[in-house]
């Protein structure tokens, strides 16, 4: 949803580039909104975009899955092992070591996510990438709004909340200095009740029961950070997602696959390359997950 003239341009922009590529996206002014939604405040709305394609699914489910299905294919998956250092010898990668012993590897992938930047270091490669907390909040048992719900973006305030089982996930509040901390701020309800009573009255009727947080990878573009890193043989990266990386992940993975087999990938995927960020050649786009 948009709530100022500035953000409606962009979204019909968006819309337009969207509709070219086949996605039958609808642009709906605010009193269509009320009418599908009615749950929603309007009357500040410049209007919001909707498309039946759309949805979310569970990154646990779709995370065993994938591992399932390599694991099927022969990959050995270590779980809760550290990589403690990477070998790199006359500048191309060796392996790694780890608390169970090394692995020999000419390849390394760094897809640590908001440890990028640590792991980048172990191979002596500056991958910008920082962890920014973020965190959600969990309701109770909530029948006042009829299903299906989709994910409200509230994008002016950067507020979201979708349907979860019974209950609800309501977005909460986003650290904008960089940190590895993951607790969960309760003192912040305050802001979330406001953001959540803002555009749905009802959530008054809403009881958290728990919240989570975690970590953000941010890039200093907001955008991913996929290749090689020019300066060590043998070491890709794919992290930087910014709060897009469920999202783009299997988009993601299948390229870098092709790219490390030696393939043609099936996109030219170079603008998002380590090198734009060395030379100062940002990415911009207004809508992005984080908003700085």
């Given at each position: 949803?948009a709530t100022?003239p500035e953000?409606?341009?962009?979204?019909?922009?968006?819309s337009?580039?969207?509709?070219?590529?086949g996605?039958?996206?609808?642009?709906?002014?605010p009193?269509e909104?009320?009418?599908?939604?009615?749950y929603l405040?309007v009357?500040?709305l410049?209007?919001?975009?909707?498309c039946?394609?759309?949805?979310?699914?569970?990154?646990?489910e779709a995370?065993?899955?994938?591992?399932k299905?390599?694991?099927k294919?022969g990959?050995?998956i270590?779980?809760?092992?550290?990589?403690?250092?990477?070998?790199?010898?006359?500048?191309k990668?060796t392996?790694v070591?780890?608390?169970k012993?090394?692995?020999?590897a000419?390849?390394?992938?760094?897809?640590a996510?908001?440890?990028?930047?640590e792991?980048g270091?172990?191979?002596?490669?500056?991958?910008p990438?920082k962890p920014?907390?973020r965190q959600?909040?969990?309701t109770?048992a909530?029948?006042?709004?009829?299903?299906p719900?989709p994910?409200?973006i509230?994008?002016?305030?950067?507020?979201?909340f979708r349907r979860?089982?019974?209950?609800l996930?309501?977005?909460?509040?986003?650290?904008?200095?960089?940190?590895f901390?993951v607790n969960?701020?309760?003192?912040?309800?305050?802001?979330?009740?406001e953001?959540s009573?803002?555009?749905v009255?009802l959530?008054?009727?809403a009881?958290?029961t728990?919240g989570?947080?975690g970590?953000?990878?941010?890039?200093?573009?907001n955008?991913?950070?996929?290749?090689k890193v020019?300066?060590v043989e043998g070491?890709?990266?794919?992290?930087?997602?910014s709060g897009?990386?469920f999202?783009?992940?299997p988009a993601?993975?299948k390229?870098m696959?092709e790219?490390?087999l030696g393939?043609?990938?099936?996109?030219?995927?170079?603008?998002?390359?380590i090198?734009?960020l060395?030379?100062?050649?940002y990415?911009?786009e207004?809508m992005?997950a984080?908003?700085?």
């Amino acid at each position: 949803m948009a709530t100022t003239p500035e953000e409606w341009e962009i979204f019909q922009a968006n819309s337009k580039l969207q509709k070219a590529h086949g996605i039958p996206v609808e642009m709906l002014p605010p009193q269509e909104i009320l009418y599908r939604w009615p749950y929603l405040r309007v009357d500040d709305l410049q209007g919001g975009t909707f498309c039946p394609w759309e949805g979310y699914a569970g990154p646990y489910e779709a995370l065993t899955g994938y591992a399932k299905g390599a694991r099927k294919k022969g990959v050995r998956i270590y779980e809760n092992t550290e990589v403690q250092q990477i070998f790199v010898e006359k500048g191309k990668i060796t392996g790694v070591a780890t608390p169970k012993g090394n692995i020999s590897a000419p390849i390394v992938i760094n897809a640590a996510g908001p440890f990028a930047e640590e792991v980048g270091k172990m191979a002596g490669a500056e991958i910008p990438v920082k962890p920014y907390r973020r965190q959600i909040f969990f309701t109770a048992a909530f029948p006042w709004i009829q299903d299906p719900i989709p994910l409200i973006i509230d994008f002016h305030r950067g507020w979201y909340f979708r349907r979860e089982g019974d209950c609800l996930l309501i977005s909460g509040p986003k650290d904008n200095f960089p940190s590895f901390n993951v607790n969960v701020d309760y003192d912040a309800m305050v802001e979330v009740a406001e953001n959540s009573l803002f555009r749905v009255p009802l959530l008054e009727k809403a009881q958290i029961t728990r919240g989570w947080a975690g970590s953000y990878e941010i890039s200093p573009d907001n955008h991913a950070i996929l290749g090689k890193v020019p300066e060590v043989e043998g070491l890709y990266t794919a992290n930087g997602f910014s709060g897009h990386g469920f999202q783009h992940s299997p988009a993601a993975g299948k390229l870098m696959a092709e790219l490390i087999l030696g393939e043609k990938p099936a996109i030219d995927f170079s603008i998002l390359s380590i090198d734009r960020l060395r030379k100062g050649e940002y990415i911009r786009e207004a809508m992005t997950a984080f908003k700085d």
